[in-house]
């Protein structure tokens, strides 16, 4: 996932809150610790699988960068190359930079710590929630946790629910998603309860994420994400 929400390209989200004047510097602030975790990684941790199927480490890092410096106009022209196949269209992006060495996407990202092109969408939204997911879809198979600031994972919990493409709504649909370390819920039905982070995964479609959450709801999550 460059996350589908930036090759879409959807429109603002429905809480307004999710997007606020701060969400830019806090993209630029996850994406400066992500660069600093990537450039202490050994080349076999590059080589790992990522909680992205058939992904290594090195292939997200590619598919996070790959975005950056295109619009809309460029993104078309590979769906283009896609065969108008939008399931087809993050792998299209990613090969365009899975030919650079890790040091080079590290450097790539450095020099991109703002977004730019399509993950400047939603006031930068796209790019914070972007790189928080992937992020964590390279640490997690490192065994390699962190703390995520509350600031960064609450608009990252917004707008994964409202942006149609990451499909947040959906797979949340009639569950109550109760964080246990944040100030957060949402949605009615049975309940899920987990640490913020577990949610926001579980919300992006990782399967394995959401057998972490407990309750009621977690086991409709856990059928539901396959």
């Known amino acids: 996932m460059h996350s589908e929400i930036a090759r879409r390209g959807v429109g603002l989200p429905r809480d307004t809150h999710a997007v606020t004047a701060d969400t830019m510097a806090l993209a630029a602030q996850e994406r400066a610790e992500l660069a600093d975790f990537l450039a202490g990684l050994t080349p076999q941790q590059w080589r790992t699988p990522s909680l992205c199927t058939g992904w290594t480490v090195h292939d997200v890092v590619a598919h996070v960068v790959s975005y950056e410096e295109h619009g809309r106009g460029e993104v078309f022209r590979r769906l283009v190359r896609a065969r108008l196949r939008p399931g087809q269209l993050n792998d299209v992006g990613k090969a365009e930079y899975a030919t650079l060495e890790s040091a080079e996407l590290v450097e790539f990202l450095r020099a991109h710590l703002r977004p ?6 939603l006031g930068g939204g796209v790019g914070l929630v972007d790189a928080l997911i992937h992020h964590q879809d390279i640490r997690r198979p490192l065994g390699m946790p962190r703390t995520i600031p509350s600031e960064r994972l609450l608009p990252a919990l917004r707008i994964a629910i409202t942006a149609p493409p990451l499909r947040g709504f959906w ?12 100030e957060w819920t949402r949605g009615s039905g049975p309940e899920a309860h987990g640490e913020a982070e577990a949610l926001l995964m579980a919300l992006a479609g990782r399967a394995g994420v959401a057998r972490e959450l407990t309750g009621p709801g977690a086991s409709t999550l856990v059928r539901r994400l396959g």
Do not use: F, I, P
Request: charged share 20%.
């Open 116 to 121: 730019r092109g399509m993950t400047a969408s």
């Open 171 to 182: 797979n949340a649909r009639g569950v109550r998603l109760v964080a246990t370390d944040l």
